[in-house]
């Protein structure tokens, strides 16, 4: 297999929204770094939405990133907590992955916190080829060709043979 065509994880994203709710956002923070042992950022808003309480500079929730071997790692421990299943609804069009855990006590090695209680988060994992920077870098920045993209059947192969998962279709 020509190596330019492999697949690989780029980064794995964890969130949490908290809205408005500070109290949630702070069991969040505390969960991700529970998670990862990372301390986690905190996402801010920028708009004005009066009806929703939301300004601009107010937190409204949180996130951590982690690439290369870490991510792989971590990504098996989530998995567990999903039975190795997601639906194909969970691959978008780009060779993206998302999907929730609605309770972090359900992945493997983490214990119940009282202080947290039972709060779930996002998971995003971004798939990539060798080459694709080309998209991104300031000089000669260049558009990536078609035979170059990910496409939801190709990310779906990668998670099957890489990770055992399973799409509920079959």
């Not at 999903?82 to 194909?88: A, I």
């Not at 992955?97 to 609605?102: D, N, R, S």
């Not at 709060?119 to 260049?142: D, E």
Request: one cysteine or more.
């Amino acid at each position: 297999m020509n190596p330019m065509r492999e697949i690989r994880i780029e980064k794995l994203t964890l969130n949490v929204g908290a809205g408005t709710d500070q109290e949630k956002l702070k069991k969040g923070m505390k969960l991700l770094k529970n998670i990862t042992g990372i301390e986690p950022v905190k996402t801010i808003t920028d708009k004005r939405i009066p009806g929703w309480g939301v300004r601009p500079g107010l937190p409204i929730g949180c996130k951590i990133t982690i690439r290369r071997e870490h991510a792989r790692e971590l990504l098996k421990r989530l998995l567990k907590a999903k039975d190795n299943r997601l639906p194909p609804g969970a691959f978008d069009s780009n060779g993206n992955v998302a999907f929730g855990i609605h309770e972090y006590i359900d992945i493997p090695g983490l214990e119940y916190d009282s202080a947290i209680g039972i709060i779930g988060f996002q998971v995003t994992i971004t798939l990539s080829r060798p080459g694709h920077r080309v998209k991104y870098r300031k000089k000669l920045n260049r558009k990536l060709g078609k035979s170059h993209h990910i496409t939801q059947q190709d990310s779906m192969d990668y998670f099957k043979k890489e990770f055992n998962v399973t799409t509920e279709e079959e």
